[in-house]
């Protein structure tokens, strides 16, 4: 006899800003009382740990090491698609032998082959995607040909339904020099094409946030706000709730971090984060290193792939001022009453949480969709603002102190903390029992519910 709940795969890229969101995801479709199922590469599921959602590994043809073991992210993309291709098939054929079968996937907007696996199986395919729906819309807009690339230095300001005018420097870093970054371009076009065609288009964002966004692709995409995937507990400071978003791939240092941040006054110190990805140079890193030492704040610095770029007199002289890790676990520190203020690259997930746990932000973006969501912040939402570079590409010691001061005490600090403090609120209901995006979730389980029954 078939299980009556609905039963739903959601499939995410083996990086960490895919599998928070997805990850997250999957618990909150779990908790409404679907079965739900996340499904990753060998390589990751080890990582993942949840006691709602199953975990299931499917291949990228790279199961020992992952993506580092391929020769190039082309080649990565062309066995996780073929490989990937065949072994979600054959988990989804193994589910429907069972008392479970399975009527949905919703997979990774990296992903767009999971929504043939889909129509294959005659079940619904749902897209999700991991970037704001403005910059979605951006390349959405790019593969209809309503934009075309490169996008030249000289145009001043680009139109776009649903969107502030948009000055070369604020677009997605691949669309001014598509030729430097081409595998990347390539692989989020392509994830465009079939936009449409899916059942729902899924956004870890939420209506109020995007709201000229969402009326402007009403009717060209099934649009559903979902967001903020950031679990409850940080949200509303319960101390009981689920605080753990589920999957690292590297070693938190959280206890080390918990302990330095309750040694520290309310607000007082500024955190700083490049997210995953994100690799900057030696220069950039001095004068971030001068800045920080400069602002007089103490500081909580994850320095992942860049520990070696920084002075050796700047590691010496630290002790006292700020702490340094590899990683930790950005919701509890963000969460943290004595955290103040975020530098960060604006990653769309580091972005979203901290204007989700209210915490005011220096913009201080490196690639991909991060200079956008860096105008977000500070144009839009005015919940920071964006640290400017200089000639050289760099952004210097003096405009960061510059950028941290104004953040912190500056003239602007009060309107940034009131406008932090207001979105925060919106997230939260947005998230919570009959706001926008539980509303969204509630239908979407509703209906699988209603067809499995
Ligand atoms: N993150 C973390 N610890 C860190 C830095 C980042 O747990 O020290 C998490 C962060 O909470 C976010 C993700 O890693 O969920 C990074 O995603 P984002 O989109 O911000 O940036 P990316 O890494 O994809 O550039």
Redesign the pocket.
Known sequence: MNNQRGHVIVLTYP????I??LLQFAKRLASKGLKVTLATTHYTVKSIHSATVGVEPISDGFDEAGFKQAPSLEAYLDSFKSVGSKTLAELISKFNDSASPVNCIVYDSLLPWALHVARQFGIYGAVFL?NSASVCSMYWHIHHGHLTLPVKQETEQLLLPGLPPLGISNLPGFLGQPAVASAYLTLILEKFGLLEENDWVFCNSFEELESELVKAMKGLWPLVMTGPTVPSAYLDQQINGDRT?GA?LWE?SSDQCLRWLETQPPKSVVYV??????DITSQQAEEIAWGLIASNVHFLL?A?NSGDKFPSSFLNSVQGRGLI?P?????E?LAHPAVGCFV????????L?ALSIGVPMVAFPQW?D?PTNAMFVEELWRVGVKAKKNKEGIVSRDELEMCIMEVMVGTKSEEIKENASKWRKLAIRAVSSGGSSDKNINEFVGKLMKERG
């Not at 990086?15 to 895919?18: D, P, R």
């Not at 984060?273 to 994100?278: D, E, K």
């Open positions: 990086a960490q800003g895919h928070n969101p991991t978003y690292s938190l984060s490049f997210g995953s990805m994100a994850v992942r890790v990683w930790c676990n950005q919701l520190v960060t690259h604006c990653g769309w997930n580091s972005t949480e991909s991060q």
